[in-house]
C-alpha cells in the first residue's frame, strides 16, 4: 500500500497532494472531505481575553471586629486554624479559615453540624468608604449564614466599637445586619472587662428590635445568596436600632479559654437556626 506523509499548510489546512486536492470536496466553507474520506478543517484565528478573577471565600461563620479585638485568636482556639495573632492592628490582611468540629453531644451525626469560619481582617469607621483596609474583604461575607461580632470587653468603649461595625456592615450590604449574630465580649481575663461585664452585655443586647419586627429580609437573603450586588452600595434607610437583636451575647477569653464552650453552644444554635430555612437552590 503505498503511503505519503502530509504536512500542515500556514493556513491550518492539512496539505493534501495535488492530484488529491483536485478530488477534494467542500461541505462547508471551513470544511472539505478528501479522497480518502478525511475531513479536513481550516483552523480558526485564536482569541485573547483578559480576565480578572474575584475570590470570594464560602463560610458558614464570618467573624467580624475592630482590629485587634481577637478574632484570629478566637479562630485559633476553635480551630486547628494558625493564623498570625500580634499585638497591633491589621494583622490579618486576608480571610483566614478554619474548620469548627461538629457538636459532640450529637453522637453520630455531630458531622453534620461542622461549620467553616472566616476570620476577617479588623474593620474600621469608614472601611466601607476604603478606610483601614478598605471594602474588599467585606464581600466575604456574603455567602456566610452567622456573623460573629468580636469585641474587646477591655477597649474603652466597646458599646461605640460594636457599633462601628455593625454600621459598617450596614453602609457595605444592609442584608448583612439581617443574618443571625452572636457577639463575643472577649477579653474577660482583664479586670477592665470583667468589672463592666453585665452592664455591657445588657446594653449590647438592647440595641435592635425584636426579631419578626423586620419585613424586608427574606430567606433568600438570610442564606446570603440571593443579595444584589446593588444592595452592596446602598446603605438603606434603616437604623442599627431596626433590625435584629444578637442572638445572644456571650462573654469569653479566647486567649484564656474561658466561656468557650457557652460561645460555641451559642454559635451552633445560630446555625442550626439558619439550617432551618430552606436553601434555595445553586
Ligand atoms: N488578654 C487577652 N488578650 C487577647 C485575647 N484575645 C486576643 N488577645 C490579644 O489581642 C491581640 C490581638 O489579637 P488578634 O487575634 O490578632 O486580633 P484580631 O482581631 O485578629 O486583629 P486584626 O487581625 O488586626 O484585625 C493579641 O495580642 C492577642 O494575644 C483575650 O481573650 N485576652
Ligand atoms: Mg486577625
Redesign the pocket.
Given at each position: 500500500m503505498k503511503c505519503s506523509l502530509l504536512g500542515v499548510d500556514k493556513a491550518g489546512l492539512i496539505d493534501v497532494p495535488e492530484y488529491k486536492r483536485r478530488k477534494a470536496m467542500a461541505l462547508s466553507p471551513n470544511i472539505m472531505r478528501d479522497a480518502s474520506d478525511k475531513v479536513l478543517t481550516h483552523g480558526q484565528p485564536g482569541e485573547e481575553v483578559s480576565l480578572e478573577l474575584i475570590l470570594r471565600v464560602v463560610a458558614d461563620v464570618g467573624l467580624v471586629?475592630?482590629?485587634?479585638?481577637?478574632?484570629?485568636?478566637?479562630l485559633?482556639a476553635i480551630t486547628l486554624a494558625r493564623?498570625?495573632?500580634?499585638?497591633?492592628?491589621?494583622?490579618?490582611l486576608m480571610p483566614n479559615l478554619g474548620r469548627l468540629g461538629g457538636d459532640p453531644a450529637l453522637g453520630a451525626l455531630q458531622f453534620s453540624s461542622e461549620a467553616t469560619l472566616a476570620?476577617l481582617?479588623?474593620l474600621i469607621e469608614g472601611a466601607h468608604l476604603g478606610k483601614g483596609l478598605g471594602r474588599n474583604f467585606l464581600r466575604h461575607l456574603r455567602r456566610t449564614r452567622v456573623i460573629v461580632h468580636?469585641v474587646?470587653a477591655?477597649a474603652d468603649d466597646p458599646v461605640h466599637d460594636y457599633k462601628i461595625v455593625r454600621e459598617e456592615l450596614r453602609m457595605y450590604n444592609p442584608q448583612y445586619l439581617e443574618r443571625p449574630y452572636v457577639v463575643v465580649l472577649?477579653?474577660?481575663?482583664?479586670p477592665k472587662a470583667h468589672d463592666r461585664l453585665s452592664s455591657l452585655a445588657l446594653e449590647i443586647s438592647s440595641i435592635g428590635c425584636e426579631e419578626g419586627h423586620d419585613k424586608s429580609a427574606s430567606k433568600d437573603d438570610l442564606n446570603g445568596h440571593q443579595v444584589s450586588s446593588e444592595a452592596e452600595v446602598e446603605g438603606g434607610e434603616k437604623e442599627l436600632g431596626d433590625y435584629p437583636r444578637p442572638q445572644a451575647v456571650v462573654a469569653?477569653?479566647?486567649?484564656?479559654h474561658?466561656g468557650i464552650d457557652e460561645m460555641l453552644k451559642e454559635i451552633r444554635a445560630a446555625l442550626r437556626k439558619c439550617f432551618d430555612h430552606k436553601l434555595p437552590e445553586p
Open positions: 471586629g475592630l482590629p485587634n479585638a481577637g478574632k484570629s485568636t478566637l485559633s493564623p498570625d495573632i500580634a499585638d497591633y492592628p491589621f494583622t490579618t476570620d481582617p479588623g468580636v474587646d477591655a472577649n477579653k474577660i481575663d482583664l469569653a477569653s479566647v486567649l484564656r474561658i
